[in-house]
T-cell receptor
Framework: AAGVIQSPRHLIKEKRETATLKCYPIPRHDTVYWYQQGPGQDPQFLISFYEKMQSDKGSIPDRFSAQQFSDYHSELNMSSLELGDSALYFC???????????FGEGSRLTVL | SQQGEEDPQALSIQEGENATMNCSYKTSINNLQWYRQNSGRGLVHLILIRSNEREKHSGRLRVTLDTSKKSSSLLITASRAADTASYFCATDGGWAYKYIFGTGTRLKVLA
């Protein structure tokens, strides 16, 4: 069965650079969530989209932006990267309101 | 503030024993979900319990929900070494598009 695809899986950037993470949800899933997980931390909710519209926002820095495109894939753009942005970034999708979330394997961002 | 808090933060047991993890949350919910995460990997959905349910089973998993105490527990029976992972609860806090994860319990099952 198709799963949530995230790319790239690993990314190394310098401070103040920009990074873009991509997420391809499971077909027919209309909701996408982005989470950030630091080492040994719980996943922190960043932002979500439903039917290509932003539906909720969490502790996402102003330096970050995201959108969902017409084909339902989503991109998380991160600018002016800081050392503290080093983390695993997960995307999840769901097909049912209040249903389970299906997670991708994550994108590991390292900021040097 | 953290929506979900879990205890214990770490748990080490022998294979064959039962493992119980608890989760507390602060606001009303529509459902509560439990997820498992192997180190550095994606989260895998285990079980979902709705606010009008009190108990749910799935294989060796048993989840209870007490909405009056705003708490849930996950019981893994007859644990195996392969159950070694971090376990998180997640709550919707009444919103459909914002699941908040608890701090997680790191379970280690010794063979």
């Amino acid at each position: 069965a198709a799963g949530v695809i995230q790319s790239p899986r690993h990314l190394i950037k310098e401070k103040r650079e920009t990074a873009t993470l991509k997420c391809y949800p499971i077909p027919r899933h209309d909701t996408v969530y982005w989470y950030q997980q630091g080492p040994g931390q719980d996943p922190q909710f960043l932002i979500s989209f439903y039917e290509k519209m932003q539906s909720d926002k969490g502790s996402i820095p102003d330096r970050f932006s995201a959108q969902q495109f017409s084909d339902y894939h989503s991109e998380l753009n991160m600018s002016s990267l800081e050392l503290g942005d080093s983390a695993l970034y997960f995307c999840a999708s769901s097909y049912d309101l209040y249903g389970e979330l299906f997670f991708g394997e994550g994108s590991r961002l390292t900021v040097l | 503030s953290q929506q979900g808090e879990e205890d214990p933060q770490a748990l080490s047991i022998q294979e064959g024993e039962n493992a119980t993890m608890n989760c507390s949350y602060k606001t009303s919910i529509n459902n509560l979900q439990w997820y498992r995460q192997n180190s550095g990997r994606g989260l895998v959905h285990l079980i979902l319990i709705r606010s009008n349910e009190r108990e749910k089973h799935s294989g060796r998993l048993r989840v209870t929900l007490d909405t009056s105490k705003k708490s849930s527990s996950l019981l893994i029976t007859a644990s195996r070494a392969a159950d070694t992972a971090s376990y998180f609860c997640a709550t919707d806090g009444g919103w459909a598009y914002k699941y908040i994860f608890g701090t997680g319990t790191r379970l280690k099952v010794l063979a």
